[in-house]
């Protein structure tokens, strides 16, 4: 017998996307033998934002694993507007680009809207692009951002049933929280989104199964706040001010009251950049 048997089970991003990567790996030598090329994805980077750079660096990084080409472009924190437009442009009309990526956010004087807009929604791997949001909200099959999608697999992995179950989101940005609250609608869970002004906090998330936290909080969310066996899913990313990596939700007191929980690092984060591995090989079979 377990000695702590009421301690939730640690849901492992960093082993499930290596599982990801492995089968995108697999695709990519099929997909060469069939079509003579390889998925190319694209990522720029703009400036020298220390945290950007890191998550660029570990995209580009997973793409070489997969067998896939990449490219990475660096372009200078005062690059203008209509340079990098044109650059996307470029990379629009060029046939051996697959899948192009902005790292966000973007200096000031950009309009990252404009750029998001500007990126061709077929190459649009984050999915981001208002066509591909739009395709989401009407249900059509088109590209899930990379983050909710790495969320899904991980509740996936779970092997729970997520039909009929209370799914409560904390955080509604147009890169997680939305998009995640939709993901979970259309597996027809009852969906709550919470976000920074909603009233007794604690009563809401202690109405969820599964709890997805977004919200860039750090800890926000503690063990009192839980429905006993709750899913808790971590998508906050936030720096100590000893820069120690913490997520939204308080690690030691949720584990203690929930069935399974993603730590920070090594849950979601690393499914992020796994699910854009797979939205790049499925652009690129979407462009053949
Ligand atoms: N910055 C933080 N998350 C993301 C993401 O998913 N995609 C891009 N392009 N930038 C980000």
């Given at each position: 017998?377990?000695?702590m048997?009421?301690?939730?089970?640690i849901?492992?991003?960093?082993?499930?996307?290596?599982?990801?990567k492995d089968?995108?790996?697999?695709?990519?030598?099929?997909?060469?033998?069939?079509y003579?090329?390889k998925p190319?994805?694209?990522?720029i980077?703009?400036?020298?934002?220390?945290a950007s750079?890191?998550?660029?660096?570990?995209k580009?990084?997973?793409?070489?694993?997969?067998?896939?080409?990449s490219?990475?472009?660096e372009?200078p924190?005062?690059v203008?507007?209509a340079?990098l437009l044109e650059?996307i442009?470029e990379l629009?009309?060029d046939?051996a680009?697959d899948?192009i990526?902005?790292q966000?956010?973007?200096p000031?004087?950009i309009?990252?809207?404009?750029v998001?807009?500007?990126i061709?929604?077929e190459?649009?791997?984050d999915?981001?692009?208002?066509?591909?949001?739009?395709g989401?909200?009407?249900?059509?099959d088109?590209?899930?951002?990379?983050?909710?999608a790495?969320v899904?697999?991980?509740?996936?992995?779970?092997e729970?049933e997520?039909?009929g179950?209370?799914?409560?989101?904390v955080?509604r940005?147009?890169?997680v929280?939305?998009?995640v609250?939709k993901?979970?609608?259309?597996?027809n869970?009852?969906?709550v989104?919470a976000?920074s002004r909603?009233?007794?906090?604690?009563?809401?998330t202690?109405?969820?199964?599964?709890?997805?936290a977004?919200?860039?909080?750090?800890?926000?969310?503690?063990g009192?706040?839980?429905?006993?066996?709750?899913i808790?899913?971590?998508v906050?990313?936030?720096?100590?001010?000893?820069?120690?990596?913490?997520g939204?939700?308080?690690?030691?007191?949720?584990?203690e009251?929930?069935?399974?929980?993603?730590?920070?690092?090594?849950g979601?984060g690393?499914?992020t950049i796994a699910?854009l591995?797979?939205?790049?090989?499925?652009?690129?079979?979407?462009?053949?």
């Amino acid at each position: 017998m377990r000695w702590m048997s009421n301690m939730a089970e640690i849901l492992d991003g960093k082993a499930l996307s290596a599982v990801v990567k492995d089968e995108v790996r697999s695709e990519v030598i099929e997909l060469e033998a069939k079509y003579g090329r390889k998925p190319c994805l694209c990522v720029i980077i703009v400036g020298e934002n220390p945290a950007s750079q890191v998550y660029v660096r570990n995209k580009v990084k997973a793409a070489a694993y997969t067998g896939m080409e990449s490219r990475l472009i660096e372009l200078p924190a005062d690059v203008s507007e209509a340079a990098l437009l044109e650059r996307i442009a470029e990379l629009n009309a060029d046939d051996a680009v697959d899948g192009i990526l902005v790292q966000l956010p973007l200096p000031k004087h950009i309009d990252e809207e404009k750029v998001i807009y500007a990126i061709a929604p077929e190459k649009d791997v984050d999915g981001f692009h208002p066509s591909n949001v739009s395709g989401l909200w009407l249900g059509k099959d088109c590209i899930v951002p990379c983050t909710p999608a790495g969320v899904m697999r991980l509740l996936d992995s779970t092997e729970t049933e997520i039909c009929g179950k209370t799914a409560v989101v904390v955080g509604r940005s147009n890169i997680v929280g939305k998009p995640v609250a939709k993901l979970l609608l259309d597996r027809n869970a009852t969906v709550v989104i919470a976000h920074s002004r909603t009233a007794d906090l604690a009563s809401v998330t202690r109405q969820a199964d599964i709890l997805v936290a977004a919200v860039g909080r750090p800890g926000l969310i503690t063990g009192e706040m839980l429905k006993p066996g709750a899913i808790v899913i971590d998508v906050g990313i936030n720096r100590t001010a000893e820069g120690k990596l913490c997520g939204d939700v308080d690690f030691a007191s949720c584990a203690e009251k929930a069935s399974w929980i993603t730590p920070v690092p090594g849950g979601v984060g690393p499914m992020t950049i796994a699910m854009l591995m797979k939205n790049t090989i499925r652009c690129f079979k979407a462009r053949q």
